[in-house]
């Protein structure tokens, strides 16, 4: 896995980052912040009620620099804040805290599935074409990247794994911001930051979540992706 | 690039299918007739005239099994047949060879792209949701299969390049069919064939092109997905 990879640019120095993570209470977010804490970042899990939050930032164990907040403390807070949240609190959870992450990199890792039986997962339709898309137009004051879709929760939270075997594709339309993001992502072992396409090519790349949970039904892994050839 | 691999299952003995390719004089079939072709299979060039289809199996060099045709004997001919025509002919192509394509596998690889200055590459909206499901919307009689979306033209056709480095993701409802096209993508050095998840999951794997054709942009790349833990 130390195969020369092509580097465009160097990437920022982002390990002092504070990161904050929206619905840090679900097992994505949970693990995101396990993951980040492990890697020596300040971290802090939003939820809607501090308590819940605390309770989250507990489970993952004292010794973490993770502490709960409310949201939009959470949000206050934090250089960067990503979007864990499930898709039907999206909308909600981010006119709440507009104000709070006005001029911050808001990282959007948000999938819009459904389920149906007999059918299994499938892309929910967004208006505004993804839920990055959704983001960047309830947040116009804030710097909006995709990233961290396809990252498997269960891994994350595995303390088994000492590290991550793929990929984030990171899209957005702001190259410091996408920057920045790829350097985060490589803040967690076997990670790898990936710059992959403007804001309005998000759709599917969230979308392409679904296909991973076949994947993975099928060949019973936890399926990531990597790029070849960067 | 030894690393063991699940198999869920075995695939079937594919070596002795004859491949037909429709729109085969375009870069992309013209250079999978080559792999095909390299990897011993029969190959039929299809177009809409059967001239300029035996025009492009010259250019592939006279020592490999390709020929051209028309694209009704192509499809006729072949075991499997690949559409790799450009997406505003998709439509036309299928509706004119429905007859000679019934009871066959039909792999769709086409990518539904838009270009816009300023925006780049785009997804384009489908009725029917995808290339694929068009492709079984339009020919019911056959079984069809979505891969080989992501495989780059460039490196296909380079005699410089002995083996790709990229999985097939392929996507289907029929589960003998995609296990063949899974072969078909294992006959290519380097290529591996992925099951990707059924056909109503397909627009997001044909839209992501966009998404590397950013990335071959940005990185100066030909890159191609993995896929880890499978």
Same mark, same amino acid.
């Given at each position: ?44 899990? #939003? ?17 973490? =620099?993770?502490?709960?907040?409310? &949201?939009?403390?959470? *949000? ?7 979007? *864990?949240? =499930? ?9 709440? !805290?507009?104000?709070?992450? *006005? ?33 960047? *137009? ?20 595995? =303390? ?22 790829? $350097?985060?992502?490589?803040?967690? =072992?076997?990670?790898?930051? !990936?710059? #992959? #396409?403007?804001?309005? &090519? $998000? ?7 679904? &296909?991973?949970?076949?994947? &993975? ?6 399926? #990531? ?6």
């Amino acid at each position: 896995m130390t195969e020369q990879r092509k580097s465009p640019h160097d990437l920022p120095d982002v390990s002092g980052l504070t990161i904050g993570i929206l619905g840090g209470t679900g097992d994505q977010g949970k693990g995101l912040a396990r993951r980040f804490a492990l890697a020596g970042h300040r971290v802090l899990i #939003g939820s809607r009620r501090a308590e819940r939050a605390q309770e989250a930032a507990d489970d993952l164990g004292g010794d973490l =620099p993770v502490r709960g907040a409310e &949201n939009a403390v959470a *949000a206050r807070e934090s250089d960067v804040v990503i979007i *864990a949240v =499930p898709w039907d609190g999206h909308r909600a959870t981010l006119e709440s !805290v507009r104000a709070e992450l *006005a001029g911050k990199i808001v990282v959007d890792c948000v999938n819009p599935l459904g389920f149906e039986k007999g059918k299994g997962m499938f892309a929910l339709p967004v208006e505004e074409g993804s839920a990055a898309q959704q983001a960047a *137009a309830l947040l116009p004051d804030s710097r909006v990247v995709a990233a961290f879709h396809h990252v498997s929760a269960v891994l994350l939270l595995d =303390p088994g794994v000492d590290a991550m075997d793929l990929d984030v594709l990171v899209l957005g339309d702001d190259r410091d911001a996408t920057d920045t993001v790829q $350097a985060l992502a490589g803040r967690i =072992p076997g990670m790898r930051g !990936v710059y #992959g #396409g403007r804001l309005h &090519n $998000a759709h599917q790349v969230e979308a392409f979540t679904a &296909n991973l949970i076949s994947i &993975n039904r099928r060949y019973k892994a936890h399926a #990531g992706l990597r790029v070849t050839d960067v």
